[in-house]
Nanobody, 126 residues
Framework: QVQLLESGGGLVQAGGSLRLSCAASGRTLSGKTMAWFRQVQGEERDFVAA????????YYRDYVTGRFTISRDNAKNTVYLQMNSLKPEDTAVYYCASTLLVNMPGMTRAINYGYWGQGTQVTVSS
């Protein structure tokens, strides 16, 4: 099993930045994809960004491209989501997740992820 623990959420003004962290423990992340999803209450969990751990390839939802960056620290088994130029519409609970899929479009679908963190709230005020 893989255990995922997110941190770094909070309240920020529009235009500000936050960095989310997701520390993984348990099995190796080699061969897996790590991703960030977000969810607004009453809506489906939405793909934000993904990183294939072995190859280091990154993928982004179009509405965060250029503003968000997903990265990793191999030694710490941690994936990050740097969020810049935040907008009120970025307000959501952000989840870290892990899957064995390494190809699009499968990695954009929440149903394909077997391991999830508990989520961290990000609130962007206008």
């Amino acid at each position: 099993q893989v255990q995922l623990l997110e941190s770094g959420g909070g309240l920020v003004q529009a235009g500000g930045s936050l960095r989310l962290s997701c520390a993984a423990s348990g099995r190796t992340l080699s061969g897996k994809t790590m991703a960030w999803f977000r969810q607004v209450q009453g809506e489906e969990r939405d793909f934000v960004a993904a990183l294939t751990w072995s190859a280091g390839n990154t993928y982004y939802r179009d509405y965060v491209t250029g503003r968000f960056t997903i990265s990793r620290d191999n030694a710490k088994n941690t994936v990050y989501l740097q969020m810049n130029s935040l907008k009120p519409e970025d307000t959501a609970v952000y989840y870290c997740a892990s899957t064995l899929l390494v190809n699009m479009p499968g990695m954009t679908r929440a149903i394909n992820y077997g391991y999830w963190g508990q989520g961290t709230q990000v609130t962007v005020s206008s």
